[in-house]
């Protein structure tokens, strides 16, 4: 195993107890936020560390500074306030932080993610403090192998990086788009367990194409354009070829790249590192377990549903794939399943008839399946393709607000009696359609789930949980699962495991109350299971050099790896 850290390691005392050491004393130790503990600090641990006098006299239990730093938070008066807030409680004392989070993860996790990130992103440069992560920029690209080394942590395994190219709805944010990475790892730890002290966020910061951010006197970026093509890929080769050679068993997830290139930087390097991008393929299993939710609730099988995706971005056609990859695995050809999918860009439906980019060529309907649509231009339009294909489900990953019409849901519940109606879109400023009117306008018989958190819809004296399809119940759990399985490479068969996992934890648990997702505070739980069966099928798929075990031993196994909250005695080096 190697260090942790350059300045603090891991320890067992004779029983096999842990402890923490260190080269560190006085106030330097208290500014390194992994290992600051605040009052928490023993008596002992003060004398012994050099920090006697540093702190105020008060001993305090972590439950105790919990509720202290709670208190603060409830006062704060706006969601970027709190925001805010939670961030300079984790730049001081980022155990104290987890435990928080831990504890509060259904009222915070819509301020440390989405729809509140969004904003700290536009605000990054503005609301800056500390520092956080790795830089990469091209300022510094040619030395990235000691911009891999200036990190302090030796023993990395899991790494979220972005370039900042498609935020969310919100487009291009250059450097702003840390703050992603940021809050991901917040919910790889959280969620899934994984160690703050093995996770590193990673800003690839090459450029931005926004004339209002390198005009602004305080963006924290680079000042060019974005690189292209050659540059850019040479850019990515040389990040990805420092974390090898640095952290030679970390996992890369790609984050809010742009479609032009987030299909082709998945492909370069899945079989590289292991990696996968969240926005292609957690998307696309987290939409696939819902609607393999809403068909359980209706009765019928995912291989009868016909589905439109209003989108064809990298969450588009993430999508559109996981539930064509569901539909072969229910028993229809790669043709038939094909037919069932229809995808929509901001053209129309995608068909043969036009040019489309490499992504989105696999999912163009042939002109002639269309030929006897009544359509009134050349491609047709959303409500057009509702009319005559007569979908079971439509899924909306466009950005575009309000897309979902009441029109176009009227067409939708005409279509079929239960019709699974999804906007997922994030953030909340971006949603296809709010909840209360889906309900409404279906007479409540849709099935509904949204990408941003909605309060439950009453409608007909009946109350809806409104399920959120949020990539949280997926990436945690799929990258736990590839670092304990040592996996060489991220297959598609462990990314589709994980929305199986998913989706059979929600029968087991949730399906007869009305749910399709689970609620936000079941995260961790549902990515146990997720992680064990990610894990078992990266066994089977020859990725692991661990024996095949059974469900529940796996299970136990992600259990007692996951990280806790809870402070360490500290000792001197």
Request: with cysteine; net charge neutral; charged share 25%.
């Amino acid at each position: 195993m190697p260090k942790a850290s350059r300045y603090f390691d891991f320890k067992t005392d004779k029983d096999g107890k842990p402890y923490l050491t260190t080269t560190l004393d006085g106030i330097t130790l208290l500014r390194l936020v992994l290992l600051n503990k605040g009052t928490a600090f023993s008596p002992e641990e003060r004398a012994e560390l050099g920090i006697e006098g540093l702190l105020p006299p008060a001993y305090n239990t972590l439950e105790q500074q919990i509720d202290r730093v709670y208190a603060g938070y409830r006062t704060q008066p706006t969601p970027i306030a709190k925001y805010q807030f939670l961030r300079s409680l984790q730049e001081r004392h980022e155990i104290l932080f987890y435990a928080l989070l831990e504890r509060h993860v259904e009222e915070m996790l819509p301020i440390v993610y989405t729809p509140t990130v969004g904003d700290a992103v536009m605000q990054f440069s503005a609301l800056y403090q500390n520092p956080r992560g790795l830089s990469y920029s091209t300022d510094n690209i040619g030395r990235a192998s000691a911009v891999a080394a200036s990190y302090p942590l030796d023993d990395v395994r899991m790494i979220v990086a972005t370039d900042s190219s498609a935020i969310l709805g919100i487009g291009d944010q250059g450097y702003g788009g840390l703050a992603i990475p940021i809050g991901k790892l917040a919910l790889y730890t959280v969620a899934g367990g994984v160690s703050p002290f093995h996770a590193m966020p990673v800003a690839l910061d090459v450029g931005t194409d926004r004339e209002d951010l390198r005009s602004d006197p305080f963006y924290l970026g680079v000042r060019r354009r974005r690189l292209r093509d050659e540059e850019y890929l040479s850019f990515i080769d040389a990040f990805v070829a420092s974390v090898r050679a640095r952290w030679p068993r970390a996992v890369i997830q790609w984050e809010d790249l742009s479609k032009d290139t987030a299909f082709a930087v998945l492909e370069r390097y899945r079989d590289k590192v292991p990696s996968f991008n969240d926005d292609i393929q957690g998307t696309g299993a987290v939409a696939l377990a819902g609607l393999i939710s809403a068909c359980k609730m209706k009765g019928e099988r995912l291989r009868d549903q016909r589905v439109v995706i209003h989108g064809a971005g990298a969450g588009g056609i993430g999508v559109a794939w996981a539930i064509r990859e569901g539909l072969v695995r229910d028993g229809l050809t790669l043709a038939e399943a094909s037919a069932r999918v229809l995808v929509l860009d901001s053209k129309g439906l995608l068909t043969s008839a036009r040019g489309c980019e490499a992504y989105k060529r696999s999912f163009c309907q042939p002109r002639e399946a269309i030929v006897d649509w009544n359509i009134a231009g050349f491609e047709p339009t959303l409500l057009e393709t509702i009319r005559n294909a007569r979908p079971t489900a439509l899924i909306g990953l466009s950005g575009q607000t309000g897309a979902f019409t009441e029109t176009v849901v009227k067409a939708m519940a005409k279509s079929v009696a239960t019709p699974i109606i999804f906007p997922l879109s994030n953030p909340t400023s971006s949603c296809e359609a709010l909840p209360e009117d889906v309900y409404r306008w279906t007479d409540g018989k849709a099935i509904v789930a949204t990408g941003s958190p909605f309060a439950p819809v009453e409608h007909g004296g009946r109350v809806h949980p409104i399920g959120q399809g949020n990539n949280a119940f997926i990436f945690p759990g799929l990258g736990f699962g590839a670092i304990a399985a040592e996996a060489k490479a991220i297959t598609d068969g462990m990314v589709l495991e994980a929305a199986y996992a998913l989706a059979d934890y929600v029968e087991e648990h949730h399906l007869a109350h009305g749910r399709i997702y689970p609620p936000i505070g079941e995260l961790r739980e549902a990515s146990v299971h997720v992680a064990a069966r990610v894990i078992a099928r990266a066994i089977a798929d020859g990725q692991s050099t661990m024996l095949p075990r059974p469900i529940e031993e796996l299970e136990q196994t992600v259990r007692s790896r996951q990280w806790k909250a809870e402070y360490l005695p500290i000792k001197r080096a």
